[in-house]
């Protein structure tokens, strides 16, 4: 009875609930995908993420560690052992910071580059695929009721 209220409260109907049921299978349709990928290249999901990060930044200084950790949500100790795995294999490389000597910040070597645009653009075909989907899940957020909602509070993982 008490669900049956909660439904009727947040408005919420079977369509509804096949809604976010599509959407979050899209969603693990693309993490799947995109560790298949950064795998095939000898990659963690990971790494991947790490170097979008590199090559997303607007600046013509690249992102220190910290950055990057806050940007992967991570400890400040993964990101410095994620950014040593990169650098071994060649794919970034830590560069003195012009602004402050104590600090570096993280660049992507040419190698990284041209593996990152690999993954990039296979990544991106990958989203064309789905798109379809996930825009008719983000038509219906409105009269999901999910504009506005709150969010969770950010979690840090390792």
């Known amino acids: 009875m ?3 209220r909660a439904e009727r409260r947040f408005k919420l109907t079977t369509s509804d609930y096949a ?3 599509a959407f979050r299978r899209s969603l693990r349709e693309f993490t799947h995908f995109s560790e298949a990928a950064a795998a095939a290249v000898g990659l963690t ?3 991947y993420q790490a170097m979008l990060v590199l090559r997303a930044a607007p600046d013509r ?3 220190s560690i910290n950055d990057l950790a806050h940007e992967l949500m991570i400890k400040h100790n993964s990101a410095v052992g994620l950014v ?3 650098a ?3 794919l970034i490389v830590r560069v003195p910071s012009s602004d402050d000597r104590r600090k570096v910040e993280l660049q992507l070597t040419a190698h990284g580059r041209q593996v990152l645009a690999k993954l990039a653009a296979m990544h ?3 989203l064309e695929r789905l798109g379809p989907g996930l825009k008719r ?3 219906e957020v409105p009269r999901l009721g999910l504009v506005g909602a709150s969010t969770t509070p950010r979690r840090r993982s390792r």
């Open 84 to 86: 040593d795995r990169l």
């Open 137 to 139: 899940f983000f038509a």
């Open 61 to 63: 200084h690249g992102p």
């Open 88 to 90: 071994r294999g060649e």
């Open 2 to 4: 008490h669900l049956k």
């Open 19 to 21: 809604e976010l049921v």
């Open 124 to 126: 991106r075909d990958e």
């Open 45 to 47: 999901s990971k790494h």
